[in-house]
């Protein structure tokens, strides 16, 4: 028994502690930060009538939506590929897509803390976008660890991730 170990051994692989998440919902993450990044910056407009409640309404609708046409177009593509079809695998395709509007969640609630006027719409974006892009750079470092990379690697990833958010940001300011 003891010859049997020599000659199947396993295969060192680096491990990081905990479950590993599903690859799919990290991108689908990735995704809605910077989506619901880019809605908010685009639904605060200078000059016009703030609505922070109608914003974050329709960032959370976005995003839903996005959610469902994305699971959609994973269903559209498996049919092409294979022959799954029925209501029951487009809507767990669709609902599997739930990271994207979780990822929203966020901005949607610091726009809803300026419906009573506790800080300005403009004041809940620009934090929205501030703490979108740190979530991308954690995101970023916490996806390469898990993937069991160094830190050095791990921190470029992140860093990666973060310039996203801050290409959202920078084009925020000149824009307006």
């Known amino acids: 028994m003891h010859h049997r170990a020599h000659r199947f051994p396993r295969p060192a692989v680096p491990r990081a502690a905990g479950p590993r998440p599903p690859e799919p919902r990290l991108l689908s993450g990735v995704y809605g930060l ?10 605060d407009s200078p000059g016009e009538r703030t609505d922070p409640g109608s914003d974050a309404v329709w960032v959370l609708l976005t995003a839903l939506a996005s959610a469902a046409a994305h699971g959609y177009a994973h269903v559209l593509a498996h049919r092409m590929s294979a022959d799954h079809s029925g209501a029951g695998v487009g809507l767990r395709a669709m609902l599997a897509e739930w990271p994207v509007v979780a990822a929203a969640v966020p901005t949607v609630v610091l726009l809803l803390t300026a419906v009573p006027s506790w800080w300005t719409e403009a004041e809940a974006v620009n934090t929205a976008l ?3 892009t740190l979530l991308l750079a954690g ?8 993937a069991g990379r160094g830190w050095g690697a791990s921190l470029r990833a992140g860093t990666g991730d973060m310039l996203i958010g801050l290409v959202i ?3 925020n300011a000149l824009i307006k």
């Open 34 to 43: 910077v989506l619901a990044s880019a809605l908010a910056a685009a639904l």
């Open 169 to 171: 940001i920078a084009a």
């Open 139 to 146: 995101s970023g470092v916490w996806t390469a660890r898990r």
């Open 130 to 132: 501030v703490f979108n």
